[in-house]
Nanobody
Framework: QVQLVESGGGLVQAGASLTLSCAAT????????MGWFRQAPGKEREFVAS???????YYGNSMEGRFTISRDNAKNTVALQMDDLKHEDTGVYYC???????????????WGQGTQVTVSS
């Protein structure tokens, strides 16, 4: 069984930074690619970033350069640091996990409950 619990969301002003964290519970954390999706109001869920067990990283469009994903395999956690936040970054951010790095980028098997990020303009 895989459990993902996000934290760190909140209300910030445009230009601010915010770091989201995800605490993961599964048999072997290093077996899983980890990542983040987001969903803005009225829009479909969107890929944000992913990281493989050994540190290969991918970012979605418009995220690279502002967002940084990292993982700690000893603590079973993954983080998303978001800098220079924009109003259009507002949405619910979901931690995701999958044994397949490829599938994680489109249809990950496991999702957290999500954490709200609101960026005021």
């Amino acid at each position: 069984q895989v459990q993902l619990v996000e934290s760190g969301g909140g209300l910030v002003q445009a230009g601010a930074s915010l770091t989201l964290s995800c605490a993961a519970t599964m048999r072997t954390f290093s077996d899983y690619a980890m990542g983040w999706f987001r969903q803005a109001p009225g829009k479909e869920r969107e890929f944000v970033a992913s990281i493989s067990w050994n540190g290969n990283i991918y970012y979605g469009n418009s995220m690279e350069g502002r967002f940084t994903i990292s993982r700690d395999n000893a603590k079973n956690t993954v983080a998303l640091q978001m800098d220079d936040l924009k109003h259009e970054d507002t949405g619910v951010y979901y931690c995701v996990a999958d044994v397949s790095m490829v599938r994680l980028g489109t249809r990950p098997d496991h999702w957290g409950q999500g954490t709200q990020v609101t960026v005021s303009s």
